[in-house]
């Protein structure tokens, strides 16, 4: 990649998310005619354009459901949908909580550095309280938000996380996650070398540790561990397998063919709106 001007910062945990992807993605044979990733804004969204594949490069926040009308119009395709804590969880909230109720089949990673990066170093919605930046200048007053027990507690069929100075782990997490069939969400934890002093490679080192003997179907204790504030514990929380939007649509059960394959008359369609 050296003849690429890449815009992260050395050190930025967003270069071994980028690499550990590529190599599930070879892993899993996907072919990048067949893949589309999805972004919003920010420096975890500009990670579609250091792959080769098909990609939308959207709005702030809007990933989830550009990623979702993809998948709608053509099944067939692999489609993950990518961003950062800011772009996903705050811009992006309300798209969040939707697109779990809806379980489209579509893959979620969020790069999760726990402050703006791109924007240069204001709180994100996962900072943690009383972190100290150039704005919020006296600390955070709010307790972060947490992807994951909001995810488990709106029954999500794939709860996961794992942290990028862990690129075994993360890979393994990576391919069950595009595995899954329904909506997947992967939080993963990564540092930002130049904007986040706290939240560093040492600090995530002495405060990850990794789900063991822990049952993914019990959602009681899913959201007990990841209610987890002190520890994070890296690993598959919580999976519900249960019908995605494209099974319960019942364009589906009687037109098996995805919307990019079939006949329309445009001229009759059109008609019906004037």
Known sequence: MDDIDIAWCPGCGDFPILETLKEALVELDIKPNNLVLVSGIGQAA???????????????????????AIKATNPELVVIAE????????????????????????????????????????????????????????????DPFNPLTIAIGLDASFVARTYAGDQKHMKEMMIKTIKHKGYALLDILQPCVSFNK???????KERIYYLENHDPTDRLEALKRAAEVEKFP???????????????????????????????????????FL
Request: one cysteine or more; a positive charge; charged letters at 20%.
């Open 234 to 272: 890296l690993g598959i929380f919580y999976i519900n397998e249960k019908p995605t939007f494209e099974e319960n649509t019942e364009v589906y059960h009687t037109n098996k063919k995805p919307i990019y394959k079939r006949e329309r008359d445009l001229k009759k369609f059109s008609e019906k």
């Open 46 to 68: 500009k990670t579609p354009q250091y792959l080769n594949c098909n990609f939308f490069n959207g709005l702030h926040g809007r990933s989830l459901p550009t990623a979702w």
């Open 198 to 204: 706290v939240n560093t490679y040492q600090w995530f």
């Open 83 to 142: 961003s950062g804590d800011g772009c996903s969880y705050g811009e992006g909230g309300n798209h969040f909580i939707h697109t779990i109720r809806r379980n489209p089949n579509i893959t979620n990673f969020v790069h999760n550095n726990m402050i703006y990066g791109l924007t240069k170093g204001q709180a994100s919605p996962t900072s943690r309280f009383g972190m100290k930046t150039g704005v919020q200048v006296d600390g955070v007053i709010l």
